[in-house]
């Protein structure tokens, strides 16, 4: 017996039925927000697996842990923007009403040019302060439209009508707007309406018309009509239309009269965002607006099949090698990079993660002509031996280079052509071919401050609402541990939170060494691997870890991979703590390794046998036995020794720090299905 149905202004709740229009739905629940399901025919559940449905509106519950960060991260990247929001205004509003009361003075000391004015004259007097006043806020840039844009944009019901002295009234919400560009069934947009209770109004925007219709059913059954703007366009056309609606709104000076910009625009499309890169970076607010960017198309920036394609899109060629996701990361930064700098526009990477089968990236946006000299030294390239050992070395393209000032007093940066290359043709360590890639970010990829902002919304969200809590604290604090700071950027942040403890300025110093500051220890490597290439058994990560440390060197994981180990220790180091461990653990057939490999080579094997046959020659084993030590004194290889207590991490929290695979045959479902417009339509 089919289940009563409920009409669609019926209070939302899981699993209900609801019927509109002579169609039947099915209400599923995701965080606080509801979406309507068409419900399935008796064919289609005869003729069709529990794992497929023809669906009219794209949606994959797969991809709540995406839609739980996604909000978590708004929520923490917002509560600062307004409060910075709240700050500009009321110091805007000060600035005005120091400006009134200095004409009101000019007023009060030419008594008889009033009197001999009269009313004519007191006419055009406060029409005239009042001029000066929007004057004053418009020259004070973004925060100053902010300010104006508050008191006529925001609902009546979020915000207090205007005072009759022209000033807010305390309390009142500044605007904070969100665009969701690709929105299918539009759960992402009704989420951040129900979730992120700053939040003044999102705009749900899709192409297809029965997204759009499934979009405004959804709105209506969750009751947020006055919070969610359906709109039904291209994602390019909306954008591009708000980017040309500002810049024909310029005053005579070339500034801004009028912007719609967004606080946070979000791009989660099926496959690349890289169409949709260029007009983001312009629709989302230059003041340090949020993008945040999906990329779906792992067989194009994380293999080796597609070269020519990844660089058509994101602007640099990918790797052959174990890392690839990493890179894939730092590609599709790269590319948002490039997109904003024609701009004058600079991004700051705030978190950027390897998910399952794509990647999600988080930057902030900002206006810095001065900042964007610096990106050009946060840009390198890779060479990558591929086809040996595995090994890796970068190249920036340019240098941001720190000179003492005139006075002496700091330092400025020098913007200049990096030498190169930085590596031979060969591979130093097994001599096979090296292949280049790139170019790609090199900057960092994530802000330890904002992935400790993120922790701190997810220890107050009710796990009822964020059903992938467990999953998120484990990537996030994996992300936060594989940050591994230089020295001097380690003395730079104590002294930075020493001033701030201080009630201080920091140094101004310290902003344009993060600007100059590049990730010196990218990517990680997969001990299973090397030990493939070596034909060994593969050691235990607490030994291996241990011998690193022991050696004073730092040891973490990446995010990106199970069993990947990423560290500060250079190249030489990794094999030479391989070889020790093949003498002293594992020993391995010597007859199994063919020569010419690489691991042939990297063991040196070919050296042990022209000793052997020098002693064979010898008399005695006097001289081979010298000629040993000589070597070992000229290589002056540290001792390594592979403690196991050394190299275990503190286990007292368990975290999920890697998904499993939540059901059989998961990933990305197919295509929404949809009309699509004949001139959208692709053959």
């Not at 669609?8 to 039925?17: G, H, R, S, W, Y």
């Not at 629709?283 to 949020?290: C, E, K, M, W, Y």
């Not at 198309?297 to 080796?304: E, F, K, L, P, R």
Request: aromatic share 6%.
């Amino acid at each position: 017996m089919a289940s009563e149905a409920k009409d669609i202004t019926a209070p939302p709740a899981d699993k209900q039925v609801i019927a509109h229009e002579g169609k039947r739905y099915v209400t599923v629940k995701e965080g606080l927000a509801h979406i309507l399901v068409p419900e399935p025919s008796e064919e289609d559940k005869e003729n069709l697996r529990p794992d497929q449905a023809v669906r009219q509106v794209f949606y994959n519950p797969i991809q709540q842990y995406n839609r739980d960060l996604t909000v978590l991260a708004i929520k923490a990247y917002g509560k600062e923007a307004v409060q910075q929001k709240q700050a500009s205004h009321s110091k805007l509003e000060k600035i005005i009403e120091k400006k009134r009361k200095r004409q009101a003075q000019k007023q009060d000391q030419q008594p008889n040019k009033a009197q001999k004015g009269a009313d004519g004259e007191k006419a055009t007097t406060e029409p005239a302060t009042e001029a000066t006043s929007a004057e004053t806020v418009q020259q004070n840039g973004e925060e100053a439209k902010d300010a104006t844009e508050q008191e006529t944009d925001v609902p009546v019901e979020q915000g207090d009508k205007e005072a009759t002295n022209g000033e807010a009234k305390k309390g009142k919400q500044p605007p904070f707007t969100v665009l969701d560009a690709l929105s299918a069934s539009g759960l992402r947009a009704l989420r951040y309406a129900h979730e992120i209770p700053f939040l003044t109004s999102v705009t749900a925007n899709d192409l297809l018309a029965t997204a759009v219709e499934s979009i405004k059913l959804n709105v209506k059954h969750n009751r947020l009509e006055d919070k969610v703007n359906v709109c039904h366009d291209d994602a390019l056309a909306h954008m591009y239309t708000l980017i040309a609606k500002e810049l024909r709104s310029k005053d005579p000076k070339g500034k801004p009269t009028i912007s719609e910009k967004y606080d946070v625009v979000d791009l989660d499309p099926y496959g690349t965002a890289a169409p949709f890169l260029d007009a983001a970076v312009q629709s989302v607010r230059d003041d340090g607006g949020l993008l945040c960017v999906t990329c779906t198309d792992s067989g194009v920036w994380a293999s080796n099949g597609y070269p020519e394609k990844c660089y058509s899109l994101y602007g640099g060629v990918p790797v052959k090698a174990w890392f690839s996701h990493e890179v894939g990361i730092r590609l599709i930064l790269y590319s948002i990079q490039t997109a904003a700098a024609k701009y004058g526009l600079t991004i700051e990477p705030l978190l950027s993660l390897s998910i399952d089968f794509y990647i999600r990236v988080f930057v902030r946006v900002k206006k810095s002509p001065a900042a964007v000299k610096f990106q050009g030294g946060k840009n390198m390239m890779v060479y990558n031996c591929d086809s040996g050992c595995g090994a890796w070395s970068t190249q920036l393209l340019m240098r941001n280079k720190a000179s003492p000032n005139k006075k002496g007093s700091g330092v400025f940066y020098k913007h200049t052509f990096a030498q190169g290359p930085s590596v031979d043709k060969g591979c130093e360590h097994c001599g096979s071919t090296m292949h280049m890639a790139g170019p790609m970010y090199g900057g960092r990829i994530h802000s330890p401050d904002f992935i400790k902002r993120v922790l701190g919304e997810l220890d107050e969200a009710p796990t009822d609402v964020y059903g992938t809590t467990p999953r998120i604290r484990g990537m996030l604090q994996t992300a936060l541990e594989e940050i591994l700071l230089t020295p001097e950027e380690q003395e730079a942040e104590k002294a930075k939170e020493e001033a701030i403890q201080a009630g201080k300025k920091p140094d101004p110093a310290f902003k344009e060494a993060e600007l100059a500051a590049i990730d010196p220890y990218p990517f990680y490597f997969h001990p299973a691997t090397i030990s493939g290439i070596l034909k060994c058994s593969c050691p235990p990560e607490a030994p291996l870890k241990g011998a690193l440390r022991g050696l004073g060197y730092r040891v973490t994981r990446s995010h990106c991979k199970p069993g990947s180990i990423k560290t500060d220790a250079p190249w030489s180091i990794i094999w030479h703590v391989f070889r020790e461990w093949i003498r002293q653990k594992a020993p391995v057939k010597e007859d199994n390794i063919k020569p010419g490999t690489p691991g042939y080579r990297l063991l040196r094997l070919g050296e042990k046998k022209k000793q052997e046959e020098q002693a064979e020659q010898a008399d005695g084993t006097e001289a081979p036995k010298e000629q040993q030590s000589k070597q070992a004194e000229g290589e002056k290889m540290p001792e390594v020794v592979f403690d196991e207590q050394l190299g275990r991490d503190d286990k007292t929290v368990k975290l999920v720090r890697y998904q499993a695979n939540p059901r059989e045959n998961w990933g990305p479902l197919n295509r929404a299905v949809g009309k699509v417009p004949s001139h959208h339509r692709k053959d």
